[in-house]
Nanobody, 117 residues
């Protein structure tokens, strides 16, 4: 139901944009967010966005990452700028989806982001 894409290898200081698209008979996407799991560490929240557009960011990414959403495309984005090696992780999107068959919380499959020179 959620498909994340856009990861890759980037040099320090570079940028990437991640996308998370909801597929199926989606009625609404609620409380979407991006999370990441660095190697050997626990998954952590990166950024969230409310239905009203309010955003919250982890302190480590404030001023560098921007979360946004496109209602028409049922897609949530994470623009990542000024990337650092410590941003290396598998990035996951998460959201509560209301769809024609019901309602549930879903995770995307994860997309690898590697920041290295």
């Amino acid at each position: 139901q959620l498909q994340a894409s856009g990861g890759g290898l980037v040099q320090p200081g570079g940028s990437l944009r991640l996308s998370c698209a909801a597929s199926g008979s989606i009625i609404s996407i609620n409380s979407p967010g991006w999370y990441r799991q660095p190697p050997g560490k626990q998954r952590e929240v990166v950024a969230t966005i409310s239905s009203g557009g309010s955003t919250n960011y982890a302190d480590s990414v404030k001023g560098r990452f921007i979360i946004s959403r496109d209602y028409a495309k049922n897609t949530v984005y994470l623009q990542m700028n000024s990337l650092k090696p410590e941003d290396t992780a598998v990035y996951y999107c998460n959201a509560d989806l209301m769809y024609s068959g019901g309602y549930g919380n879903f995770w995307g499959q994860g997309t690898q982001v590697t920041v290295s020179s």
